[in-house]
Each structure stands twice: as structure tokens, then as C-alpha cells.
């Protein structure tokens, strides 16, 4: 299985993950100008902005520390224009990581407020 193919299967257990959890998914592989962002979801009244990093092993770090400064601030300004795109700036909002290691048996690592 190919590095895209592995990541969108990642994005689906991601989904069902969140939607198990009552979430509303709103919107999958999100992309503006700035930039793209995996999962947006509801969570009750608080939009969710969700990064989904999926890896084999933990051989090259955990998946969640792919996540790094520069990709947060990139989701971040994805994010505040989303918001002012669809008129729900100053709303609740947060910004999640959904961490996936291994493939079958795999892990899940949900990181509520992760930056």
C-alpha cells in the first residue's frame, strides 16, 4: 500500500472514530490558498479542526510529532480563514491531532486541544 492510499485509509478511521464520538463531520480534506486541513467536525457547538497523522511504525518518531510548529501555524491560518470564508469567526473552535500507529492492529491517540 502506497504512502497516500495508507494516509486516506488513516483519515477514515479518523472519521468513524469522531462520528462514534458524536461528532458531526462538516468537511474531509479541506483546502484554501493557504493550505489544507483533514477532518472539520462539531463537537457540539465547538468547531474542530482535526490533523490526522498515520504511520506504520514509530520507527522515525510518533506520529503525532509530525505535527510540528510550522504545520500548526499552516493549519492555524487555514483554519482563520475558513472561519471568515464561512462567516464563523469568534465562534468556539480548537484544533485536534488524531495520531494512527500501525496498520491492522493499529492505535488511535486522540489529542483533544493539541495546540
Not at 458531526?24 to 486541513?37: L, P
Not at 518518531?61 to 510548529?69: H, I, K, S, W
Amino acid at each position: 500500500m502506497d504512502d497516500i492510499t495508507f494516509g486516506k485509509k488513516g483519515e477514515i478511521i479518523a472519521q468513524n472514530f469522531l462520528k462514534n464520538l458524536g461528532y458531526k463531520i462538516v468537511e474531509t480534506n479541506y483546502k484554501n490558498r493557504i493550505g489544507e486541513i483533514d477532518i472539520i467536525a462539531l463537537d457540539k457547538s465547538t468547531i474542530v479542526f482535526v490533523e490526522v497523522k498515520t504511520r506504520l511504525s514509530a520507527a522515525f518518531g510518533l506520529p503525532q510529532e509530525a505535527v510540528n510548529l510550522k504545520k500548526q501555524q499552516k493549519i492555524f491560518n487555514t483554519a482563520q480563514l475558513y472561519l471568515m470564508q464561512t462567516h464563523q469567526f469568534g465562534k468556539p473552535c480548537r484544533f485536534d491531532v488524531i495520531a494512527i500507529l500501525g496498520d491492522e492492529d493499529y492505535k488511535l491517540n486522540h489529542i483533544i486541544n493539541a495546540f
